[in-house]
């Protein structure tokens, strides 16, 4: 089997958006804390958020403050360690089939940020990879994990192969996945796809990493807005194949 690359160089922000404030075990936390692990042993660095312990007002500007809020720890104690990390992890709970409202609220505040510039011109999130861990003792692992993998495409963070990991049990009510004799944390499917999504995030990351990140080619909007439009041409006057 051919050796792991090197890891060591890259960071990573693993954001937990459950409902619960800390000290209150999250299930969440517990399935990420895998990931988390493996990372550690490769030697990237990571840090873990959990969102629901700052004061991050709903919205979608990147500070609130401006905006009629009287605090938001956003711009100041979030954002920073997102916009530094090479990887990001959006770790929820699923509450009736779908992704949290903390969730959401991380969504909306990464929109907030989406025109931002890296030093290329590009938007903020180019060059950086996005996964997605989901927990709950209820049915909707993949509609919460395509909602967040397309929001985190959107902004412009570059999806790998595989990229999502969670675990429900059975059906309906029942234990989460910390609960003792839940099975959770020996669950073979959740611990082959947790493992895929880290390594996958990993090698993205570094492939993303060495190259540079995306090439600044097609994809600059100041440019655009100054006229460049790298070979695009409008369409013929008669776009429709049907028109005779």
Same mark, same amino acid.
Request: proline content about 7%.
């Given at each position: %089997?051919?050796?792991? $690359?090197?890891?060591?160089?890259?960071? =990573?922000v693993?954001v937990?958006?459950?409902?619960?404030?800390s000290?209150?075990?999250?299930?969440?936390?517990g399935?990420?804390?895998?990931?988390i692990?493996?990372?550690?042993?490769? +030697?990237?660095?990571?840090?873990?958020?959990?969102l629901?312990?700052?004061?991050?007002a709903?919205?979608?500007?990147?500070?609130?403050r401006?905006?009629?809020?009287?605090?938001?720890?956003?711009?100041?104690e979030?954002?920073?360690?997102?916009?530094?990390?090479?990887i990001?992890v959006?770790?929820?709970? #699923?509450?009736?089939?779908?992704?949290?409202?903390?969730?959401?609220?991380?969504?909306?505040?990464?929109?907030?940020?989406?025109?931002?510039?890296? =030093?290329?011109?590009?938007? =903020?999130?180019?060059? *950086?990879?996005g996964?997605v861990? @989901?927990?709950?003792?209820?049915?909707?692992? *993949?509609?919460c994990? %395509?909602?967040?993998?397309?929001?985190?495409?959107? #902004?412009?963070?570059?999806?790998?192969?595989a990229?999502?990991a969670?675990? @429900?049990?059975e059906?309906?009510?029942? $234990?989460?996945?910390?609960?003792?004799?839940?099975?959770?944390?020996?669950?073979?499917?959740t611990?082959?796809?947790?493992t895929?999504?880290?390594?996958?995030l990993?090698h993205?990351?570094?492939?993303?990493?060495d190259?540079?990140? @995306?090439?600044?080619?097609?994809?600059?909007?100041?440019?655009w807005?100054s006229?460049?439009?790298w +070979?695009?041409?409008?369409?013929?006057?008669? $776009?429709?194949?049907?028109?005779?």
């Open positions: %089997m051919a050796a792991a $690359p090197e890891f060591s160089d890259l960071s =990573a693993y937990n958006c459950t409902l619960k404030r000290p209150q075990v999250s299930n969440t936390q399935l990420m804390d895998a990931s692990a493996l990372m550690r042993q490769h +030697g990237v660095a990571v840090e873990a958020v959990r629901v312990d700052h004061d991050v709903t919205g979608v500007f990147p500070d609130m401006e905006h009629g809020w009287a605090t938001d720890a956003w711009p100041d979030i954002w920073p360690s997102i916009r530094d990390a090479d990001l959006i770790g929820g709970p #699923i509450w009736l089939g779908d992704n949290s409202s903390v969730t959401k609220r991380l969504v909306e505040r990464l929109y907030a940020m989406s025109g931002e510039r890296n =030093a290329k011109g590009q938007y =903020a999130f180019y060059g *950086k990879v996964g861990v @989901i927990t709950g003792n209820e049915d909707g692992i *993949k509609h994990a %395509m909602n967040l993998l397309y929001s985190l495409q959107h #902004i412009g963070y570059t999806i790998p192969p990229a999502d969670g675990w @429900i049990g059906a309906g009510p029942g $234990p989460s996945y910390l609960d003792e004799g839940s099975g959770g944390p020996e669950n073979d499917f611990n082959r796809n947790t895929f999504m880290t390594y996958n990993m993205l990351a570094r492939l993303l990493n190259a540079g990140g @995306i090439p600044a080619i097609g994809n600059v909007r100041d440019e807005d006229g460049e439009r +070979g695009y041409r409008p369409t013929p006057d008669h $776009p429709n194949p049907e028109y005779r």
